[in-house]
């Protein structure tokens, strides 16, 4: 018996199997880190990162000195505890990397900058910058921010080393 619709219902199961395969590669890379990487310099190398909800932002601290990761209104200055964190330094390359996680699922855009190098300075009313601490080492203000979207396309915009755990030749006290 000939049956018209058969080879369109294998179509449709192939093309249910393909989205099926495309949500799992979604998943993958929803669950892969996003890192954020610090040295000597004092500044965080990948300033600007755009994540999925949930997926984890590590922050990986090449540097003998530490860092923190304090959140922050831009508009009020009002502290924003979800990213709070801090890294310890470590005495050099070939040594343990201490890292931070954080994961957040609202989508928004997430301000942090590093308290022991940098300052937040009132611009206009209660609205705040981020700037070169005096006295610390480095030349910016040390701050990024996290944009969390669930627009696949602001991902794929990171920086090349975002994907990478440790940066070779970054390390640098
Ligand atoms: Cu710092």
């Known amino acids: ?17 393909c989205l099926l395969a495309g949500c799992a590669q979604a998943r993958a890379i929803a669950n892969a880190p996003v890192y954020v990487h610090m040295n000597g310099s004092n500044d965080f190398l990948e300033p600007i990162v755009a994540v999925r909800p949930g997926e984890p932002v590590v922050f990986v601290n090449q540097d003998t000195g530490m860092h923190t990761i304090v959140g922050y209104d ?22 343990h990397l ?5 994961r957040l ?6 301000a942090y900058y590093c ?3 940098a300052v937040l300075l009132k611009t206009f009313d ?7 601490k005096p006295g610390a080492d480095g030349l910016g203000s040390m701050a ?3 944009i969390v979207t669930t627009d696949p396309a602001l ?11 440790i940066v070779p030749g970054y390390f640098g006290g």
Do not use: C
């Open 105 to 110: 699922t609202k989508p928004g855009v997430y």
């Open 74 to 95: 831009p508009l009020t200055g009002a502290p924003d505890a979800a990213i709070d964190g801090m890294v310890a330094g470590t005495p050099g390359a070939g040594h």
């Open 126 to 132: 209660h609205a705040v910058q981020p700037a070169h």
């Open 98 to 102: 201490p890292t931070y996680t954080v």
């Open 144 to 146: 990024g921010y996290i």
């Open 1 to 17: 018996m000939h049956r018209p619709f058969a080879g369109l219902r294998l179509a449709g199961v192939i093309a249910a199997l």
């Open 115 to 117: 308290s022991v190098h």
């Open 155 to 165: 991902p794929k915009s990171n920086p090349p080393t975002s994907r990478e755990r």
